[in-house]
């Protein structure tokens, strides 16, 4: 590549990542080997999606057979919303990662306000199609979880309720006072550590949350290495009649890294296509747990499980908030495309001496929209109109180099705005989808 105007621009960025990921290394932490092309699960991908799945949301959902509706809503249009009564639990999940949420400790020490934040919610329009109880262990509160599920149902008779749980705390009158109050679906978090009896115990509950509760599944992190365990319990779950099952990629909440270190866990990288302070908790993927999510998908699928399958990654979580934030701008600017594929916003650049053979030719081909910046030495417009400049070359007899710009929308009201995030190269980047 020669065009230095946008070599500089691309390495702006890549050197911001960079930075992020040194300054996370330091921590403690160890990355992977940088692997940008992720092929392995790429032909994963292909392989499942030739079986009959579905590859959703731009590749960071894959689907077989059953899916939830609040999985739909949550990367669909986004109204679903979660809630919780405590941020006590019963477990000691070594991959928890509530501790990162903001005032963790005061809701272990207080409730949540529920009941004003229900009725907040019913003044919003549109109203939810789908509403979560999670935690912390909402079944602490199972008085609390009753009423909460009555009043969510009375609020929004037509949503999607269901309720996050360890399930051992569940017994057959709490589940028909569930069921009457209008709870639509549990989800129990299976753990690969659990002794045999108490796992047998959550076992014994998810058969008797089917015979009472409409859907029933399970969501649970997988861990590389667990692979074992993890086929023997989908038999086991199909067997038991469950809905379906989430399989989501393993993160680490950047706390308790000892003991990822010492299952001989890496973390993935770089760890974000696009990098962002993004809100989920999650915080960062762990090295190998895409990979084997999708490998069992695959060999679900071959051994005939009935049970529906759905692979969630961060990058699926990230990108409801990027959807949440910038959907509601798709238009505000001419020269940017909201990207249906990843939701962020995206305009099309040449940079230094490409500027003028570009826009003559996208001139030619019917673009007059256009935004200069002398300080950046660049020229916007909407990415449309990439395609116009294939073959065009510049006046030293050289190809274009023409870019993707990165955006989302930020601050409020009169100092609203974009904020770019990642350039790169418009042969690199995905496809965009424009509608």
């Known amino acids: 590549m020669t065009n230095t105007a946008a070599q500089k621009a691309i390495a702006l960025y890549s050197e911001i990542e960079e930075e992020h990921r040194a300054a996370i290394e330091a921590t403690g932490v160890t990355f992977a080997p940088r692997d940008e092309e992720r092929s392995r699960a790429r032909q ?38 979660s809630f919780a009564l405590t941020n006590n639990c019963h477990r000691d999940c070594f991959f928890c990662f509530n501790p990162n949420q903001e005032e963790f400790v005061y809701y272990c020490q207080h409730p949540f306000p529920w009941r004003r934040q229900l009725d907040d919610l019913f003044s919003e329009e549109p109203n939810p199609t789908a509403v979560a109880l999670t935690g912390g262990e909402p079944l602490l509160m199972a008085d609390e979880t009753v009423a909460f599920f009555q009043r969510a149902r009375e609020l929004f008779p037509k949503a999607h309720l269901r309720i996050y749980t360890s399930g051992d705390l569940l017994t057959r009158p709490l589940l028909e006072q569930l069921r009457d109050a209008g709870l639509d679906e549990v989800r129990f978090s299976v753990k690969q550590d659990d002794p045999e009896p108490l796992l047998e115990k959550v076992l014994a509950n998810i058969a008797l949350a089917r015979e009472l509760i409409p859907a029933v599944m399970v969501e649970m992190p997988v861990i590389p290495g667990t692979e074992e365990f993890m086929r023997t319990l989908l038999r086991r779950l199909d067997n038991l009649g469950v809905d379906g099952i989430n399989l989501l990629e393993f993160t680490y909440a950047m706390w308790n890294w000892p003991v990822y270190e010492s299952m001989g866990l890496t973390l993935r990288n770089p760890p974000y296509r696009v990098a962002f302070d993004y809100s989920y908790a999650g915080a960062l993927a762990v090295e190998g747990s895409e990979e084997a999510c999708l490998e069992l998908m695959l060999w679900a699928c071959e051994q005939g499980l009935r049970l529906g399958l759905h692979y969630c990654s961060l990058e699926n979580k990230h990108r409801a908030q990027v959807r949440n934030l910038n959907e ?39 673009c007059s929209d256009f935004l200069e910046d002398a ?19 510049s ?30 190269l418009a042969s690199q980047a995905p496809p965009i989808a424009f509608e």
């Open 375 to 393: 300080a950046a030495n660049c020229t916007a417009f909407h990415p449309r109109w990439l395609s116009a400049l294939e073959g065009v070359l």
């Open 328 to 366: 509601p701008f798709a238009t505000i600017d001419s020269r940017y495309a909201f990207d249906y594929n990843d939701f962020f916003l995206k305009t099309a650049l040449v940079f230094g001496a490409d500027r003028v053979p570009a826009r003559e030719a996208l001139k030619a081909a019917g």
């Open 395 to 424: 006046s030293d007899g050289a190809p274009l180099f023409p870019c993707v710009s990165y955006n989302i929308v930020t601050g409020e009201e009169e100092a609203r705005g974009l904020r770019e995030l990642k350039v790169e």
């Open 44 to 81: 994963l991908m292909e392989r499942i999606e030739a079986a009959g799945g579905q590859i959703r949301n731009g590749g960071a959902s894959v689907a077989w057979g059953f899916l939830s509706p609040a999985c739909v809503a949550c990367t669909g249009d986004c109204v679903s919303r």
